[in-house]
Nanobody
Framework: QLQLVESGGGLVQPGGSLRLSCAAS????????IGWFRQAPGKEREGVSC????????KYADSVKGRFTISRDVAKNTVYLQMNSLKPEDTAVYYC????????????????RGQGTQVTVSS
């Protein structure tokens, strides 16, 4: 059964860092394009970052460019989102999603998603 599980969320002060992990089971993540999304209460879902299959091209939302970095660890079948210089407006539930095509990086559409992990940025 194809499954995505996120971890690494938590409470952090403004200016701090977190690294989110997206671990896959039941399929080889390297064949999929992977995206990170977030949704805050009362706000629409936002595509944060994505990476093409086999370590292909990456894309970032303007709101996180220069602060967030997406990467893969093929051996661990995991994709990461390194988040630095966090701001209160980054507070949201973050989840990863996977798609066999590159559409996740074009139109933020996907076939599979995880349950999400809460990120709270507050002093």
């Amino acid at each position: 059964q194809l499954q995505l599980v996120e971890s690494g969320g938590g409470l952090v002060q403004p200016g701090g860092s977190l690294r989110l992990s997206c671990a896959a089971s039941g399929f080889d993540l390297d064949y999929y394009s992977i995206g990170w999304f977030r949704q805050a209460p009362g706000k629409e879902r936002e595509g944060v970052s994505c990476i093409g299959s086999s370590g292909g091209s990456t894309k970032y939302a303007d709101s996180v460019k220069g602060r967030f970095t997406i990467s893969r660890d093929v051996a661990k079948n995991t994709v990461y989102l390194q988040m630095n210089s966090l701001k209160p407006e980054d507070t949201a539930v973050y989840y990863c999603a996977a798609d066999l095509s590159f559409r996740i990086c074009v139109s933020w559409e996907y076939d599979y998603r995880g349950q999400g992990t809460q990120v709270t940025v507050s002093s």
